[in-house]
């Protein structure tokens, strides 16, 4: 049974939702992903928002572009936490996705990440789901670890080779 559901309003919207379920993998967290459109399929959509607690989602991520109604539908309907990701869009450049996210009114929280911030919303489900699983935790740590140690090698390298010798690879 999946615990999170990952949504998206159109398949332009992958690239940046896989980076959702690349997270989920590696966190080992099952999951499900639908592309699912509010405005063009709002029977499907409702019935879908309506049967998520049923379906066994902790926690639903919906990227969404432009109006970006989605998440917000998705948060008015379904009890648990939502995670909206805006999509960056051409012509406002996502501004009006994350707008459409971030201004929910007072009683339909929905979490936000960044324009096409899909790792975030990963990782932030997973936080969620931590709090009650411990070995979820673990594996967030030993992420943690593996970032850090990222960083920590970039800069031994910055501090053997000067930013020229960096910047030329």
Known sequence: MPQVGII??????MPVMAKAAKILDKMQISYDMHIISAHREPDAFFAYAKNAEQTGYKVIIAGAGMAAH????CAAIFPLPVIGVPMKTTALGGRDSLYSIVQMPSG???ATV????GENAGLLAARILATSDP???ERLRAHSREIRE?????DARLQGTGYDGYMKG
Do not use: C, Y
């Not at 990222?150 to 970039?154: M, S």
């Open 8 to 13: 998206m309003g159109s398949d332009s919207d």
């Open 70 to 73: 989605l998440p917000g539908m």
């Open 108 to 110: 339909v929280p929905v």
């Open 114 to 117: 960044a324009i096409d911030g």
């Open 135 to 137: 070995e979820i935790l």
């Open 150 to 154: 990222q960083v920590e090698l970039k």
